[in-house]
């Protein structure tokens, strides 16, 4: 079973830039996670959504970070304009979510998107 | 809000040894899922082993086991026998019943000596 799929796996950008993250979570799975891990934090949770809907994106900078999921299945993330403290590992992670009438809750996660913001 | 707390952020011991990472959480909820995931340098997060708060039986998966004090809320880790590939960081997480987001603490930066 092919994992959490992520690219591109670094990234470096000047602020005030854009810049866009992809995800394909693992064949399946419902649900979908965005999270930032800052260095020498653990990572934080930005979106999240269940097939195409958001289910929570109260910790997303709604003023510059942007994220969508159309078909349900893969999803971007999108940060316009980046600022320096936006620099971090951006992980997606997927989980079953509902299955035979039970969440089933353990995520997977991908390999991560490293950005440096000069 | 939940909150996940890790007391140390560095821990070093040698190869073969056996090592306890502390994890205490703070929540209100009755139902809840706690984990630890182990993050390899420059590598991707990967489950080490998960425990269901209604459970009272502590999960274990091979060298790894749990000590789980729903009443003190805390969820320590153990290591036995530990390996040079056991070197990681290792991530206390929560999360409530519904599949919603993990809630992270700082980490502890364990170390195998050889």
């Known amino acids: 079973e092919a994992g959490v799929a992520q690219s591109p796996r670094y990234k470096i950008i000047e602020k005030r830039q854009s810049v866009a993250f992809w995800c394909n979570p693992i064949?399946?799975?419902?649900?979908l996670y965005w999270y930032q891990q800052i260095l020498g934090q653990g990572p934080k949770l930005l979106i999240q959504?269940?097939?195409?809907?958001?289910?929570?994106d109260s910790q997303l900078p709604k003023d510059r970070f942007s994220a969508e999921r159309l078909k349900g299945v893969d999803s971007t993330l999108k940060i316009q304009p980046a600022k320096l403290e936006d620099s971090a590992v951006y992980l997606c992670?997927?989980?079953?979510?509902?299955?035979?009438?039970?969440?089933?809750?353990?995520?997977?996660f991908g390999p991560g998107t490293r950005l440096l913001v000069l | 809000a939940q909150t996940v707390t890790q007391s140390q952020p560095e821990m070093s011991v040698q190869e073969a040894e056996t090592v306890t990472l502390s994890c205490t959480y703070d929540?209100?909820?009755?139902?809840?899922?706690l984990f630890w995931y182990k993050q390899p340098p420059s590598r991707q997060m990967i489950l080490v082993i998960r425990q269901e708060a209604y459970k009272q039986q502590n999960a274990t998966e091979n060298r790894f086991s749990v000590n789980f004090q729903k009443a003190a809320k805390s969820f320590s880790l153990k290591i036995s026998d530990s390996q040079l590939g056991d070197t990681a960081m290792y991530f206390c997480a929560f999360t409530g019943g519904g599949a919603d987001g993990l809630t992270f603490g700082k980490g502890t930066h364990l170390i195998i000596q050889p």
């Open positions: 064949s399946g799975h419902a649900t």
């Open positions: 959504f269940q097939n195409n809907g958001v289910v929570d």
């Open positions: 992670a997927s989980s079953l979510g509902l299955a035979g009438g039970l969440y089933q809750e353990t995520q997977y």
């Open positions: 929540t209100s909820e009755s139902n809840y899922y």
